[in-house]
């Protein structure tokens, strides 16, 4: 992105030591990333009821979140959406929980399985951690509405299950705003959750691995606590956090005429992203493609379920060297103006053969 062009540039004249961050990471830096996850008027920051440090990437923030739950919560599994992104299993598996699935996705109307999943929700013992995907569920590309949120976060408190929210693709659905809608829905019902954030999509940060991992608590000084197992847990894993990055974020949320630069490059990213589903799903009916593609434009992200079968999905990729995961979810941000007509043709092809 330009804006963080711009950043670096700053930051490289500004720069004066190598010396390693704070464990936790640059403090601007957790400032701003809970301005963007919580609102900058949101009564969690204000009541200091939240604690911020910087990982490695949204995967680094999952894992440094799942080994602190485990040491509160050994016995405890964790509970992902059916399907999720396939490294959820390997990172809580890997800090030791045993996993269970939640419905979530009706593979036969495409879209959300809400009653299924508030069944499960329900039935989720307490003390259990729950896995959610904050916006842009991926691989889905199907989400919950602000209603279904307030619906969940209530299960929780009810319930008593630990929230675990992955926040990896803000600004991605609908905005900045609409899109932390979860996250507000349980900030509003004063529990304990957790939040992975990640900024390799929205801020273009891929191989900078900039993240986050936030702990929200009933009050300040359960906060205070948090932050010291936080680092506790961050100091056997990576020890501090790679700079540059987190940096880059700060510089550009801090600097008003960067952030307004970002907000435009972050909305040409959305509306792009929208448009390619759109030309997706034209560009199969006027070629005459069986089927029901228009859930493909109610989705939101990056990821789509397509609808495309197993049989189609490896005739492309062996005839057309075109790539699409089993199942046929396929990433929109693959397609652009220049390949959308060869994409389109190659499945009309691939579903008469």
């Known amino acids: 992105l330009n804006c963080v062009k711009a950043a670096e540039k700053i930051l490289l004249g500004q720069e004066s030591t190598k010396s390693y961050l704070p464990i936790s990471g640059d403090p601007l830096y957790a400032a701003e990333v809970q301005k963007l996850i919580f609102g900058e008027d949101s009564e969690v920051i204000s009541a200091g009821r939240a604690v911020t440090a910087h990982a490695p990437g949204g995967t680094g923030a999952l894992r440094v979140g799942g080994d602190l739950l485990k040491k509160f919560y050994p016995n405890a599994k964790v509970w992902i959406s059916k399907p999720t992104w396939a490294n959820h299993k390997g990172v809580f598996t890997t800090s030791g929980f045993p996993l269970a699935e939640y419905a979530y996705y009706n593979a036969g109307t495409k879209s959300l399985d809400f009653q299924g999943m508030v069944k499960d929700l329900e039935g989720v013992p307490a003390g259990d951690i729950v896995l959610l995907h904050a916006c842009c569920h991926n691989p889905s590309g199907v989400d919950l509405s602000a209603d279904q949120w307030q619906k969940v976060a209530a299960i929780s408190a009810e319930k008593g299950w630990v929230p675990f929210l992955d926040?990896?693709?803000?600004?991605?659905?609908?905005?900045?705003?609409?899109?932390?809608?979860?996250?507000?829905?349980?900030?509003?019902?004063?529990?304990?959750?957790?939040?992975?954030?990640?900024?390799?999509?929205?801020?273009?940060?891929?191989?900078?691995?900039?993240?986050?991992?936030?702990?929200?608590?009933?009050?300040?000084?359960?906060?205070?606590?948090?932050?010291?197992?936080?680092?506790?847990?961050?100091?056997?894993?990576?020890?501090?956090?790679?700079?540059?990055?987190?940096?880059?974020?700060?510089?550009?949320?801090?600097?008003?005429?960067?952030?307004?630069?970002?907000?435009?490059?972050?909305?040409?990213?959305?509306?792009?992203?929208?448009?390619?589903?759109?030309?997706?799903?034209?560009?199969?009916?006027?070629?005459?493609?069986?089927?029901?593609?228009?859930?493909?434009?109610?989705?939101?992200?990056?990821?789509?379920?397509?609808?495309?079968?197993?049989?189609?999905?490896?005739?492309?990729?062996?005839?057309?060297?075109?790539?699409?995961?089993?199942?046929?979810?396929?990433?929109?941000?693959g397609l652009t103006e220049a390949n959308i007509g060869y994409v389109c043709d190659a499945i009309a092809e691939a579903t008469r053969s």
């Open 167 to 333: 926040f990896a693709y803000q600004g991605f659905g609908e905005g900045l705003e609409a899109d932390r809608a979860g996250i507000e829905a349980f900030a509003a019902i004063g529990v304990d959750f957790y939040i992975s954030s990640s900024y390799s999509k929205n801020f273009g940060l891929y191989n900078e691995r900039t993240g986050a991992i936030s702990v929200v608590t009933p009050n300040a000084a359960e906060a205070a606590v948090a932050m010291s197992h936080l680092k506790a847990t961050i100091r056997v894993i990576y020890s501090n956090p790679p700079a540059h990055g987190g940096l880059v974020v700060a510089t550009i949320l801090s600097t008003p005429e960067l952030r307004k630069q970002w907000l435009e490059e972050l909305a040409g990213m959305r509306n792009r992203i929208k448009a390619m589903r759109v030309a997706l799903v034209e560009g199969l009916t006027a070629r005459g493609v069986k089927g029901d593609f228009s859930s493909i434009t109610s989705q939101r992200g990056m990821f789509s379920f397509s609808g495309l079968s197993d049989e189609v999905v490896q005739w492309l990729r062996a005839n057309k060297s075109i790539y699409v995961v089993a199942g046929g979810r396929i990433n929109l941000a």
